[in-house]
């Protein structure tokens, strides 16, 4: 449906997001650069489980599909979390 694609897409670039983020962190000039940077992979995380979220709970697509992709995504959002706050100390 178009609803799909479009909720598809959007998940496709939070997800990608995701990782380019990750790396632009990782090659950052400073300590506060590198901060910032994971707190847009954090978003962009939590954004790619909304979308996911909204796929189930709109019927496109069932659960069991998705849930082991939607941990895997929590799980991210902590470990990225973790990492952010350790940094900030």
Do not use: C, H, P
Not at 24 to 31: I, L, M
Not at 55 to 70: D, W, Y
Request: a neutral charge; glycine letters at 4%; charged letters at 30%.
């Amino acid at each position: 449906t178009m609803e799909a694609k479009e909720i598809g897409r959007q998940l496709l670039k939070s997800g990608t997001s995701v990782a380019s983020n990750t790396r632009a962190a990782y090659r950052g000039r400073s300590k506060k650069e590198f901060v910032a940077k994971i707190g847009t992979v954090i978003e962009e995380a939590d954004e790619s489980l909304f979308w996911m979220e909204l796929l189930v709970e709109s019927n496109i697509i069932e659960l069991e599909k998705l849930s082991s992709l939607m941990n895997e995504a929590n799980e991210l959002i902590s470990i990225f979390v973790s990492i952010s706050k350790k940094n900030k100390q």
